[in-house]
């Protein structure tokens, strides 16, 4: 019974240890990467190396803030062209 008992704290113990980043040290690197749509406009080498690097893993990247955002970018430069999107931008529209 005693062994039972010392083998269940231990796994209870060793389960708790992770040599993973935590949550907030990785939420704070994806935040600080993260630009709006208005910044890919604006940046056109990054926005085209980001386009690039969600296009290389779009499953695990299609959903993440920073390719929906160089998208929406993308698709309004397709629409109204980068000087017109930009100025759009600009004004708030």
Same mark, same amino acid.
């Given at each position: 019974?005693?062994?039972?008992?010392?083998?269940?704290?231990?796994?209870?113990?060793?389960?708790?240890?992770?040599?993973?980043?935590?949550?907030?040290?990785?939420?704070?690197?994806?935040?600080?990467?993260?630009? #709006?749509? +208005?910044?890919?406009?604006?940046?056109?080498?990054?926005?085209? $190396?980001?386009? &690039? @690097?969600?296009?290389?893993?779009?499953?695990?990247?299609?959903?993440?803030?920073?390719?929906?955002?160089? #998208?929406? +970018?993308?698709?309004?430069?397709?629409?109204?062209?980068?000087? $017109?999107?930009? &100025? @759009?931008?600009?004004?708030?529209?």
């Amino acid at each position: 019974m005693k062994t039972l008992i010392s083998t269940l704290l231990i796994a209870t113990c060793l389960a708790g240890c992770d040599n993973g980043p935590r949550s907030s040290d990785a939420a704070s690197k994806t935040a600080s990467e993260v630009h #709006d749509v +208005a910044w890919y406009l604006e940046h056109e080498v990054e926005h085209d $190396e980001t386009k &690039r @690097r969600c296009k290389a893993n779009p499953g695990a990247r299609r959903d993440t803030a920073e390719c929906i955002n160089a #998208d929406q +970018a993308q698709k309004q430069i397709f629409v109204w062209g980068r000087e $017109e999107a930009l &100025r @759009r931008s600009r004004e708030g529209r």
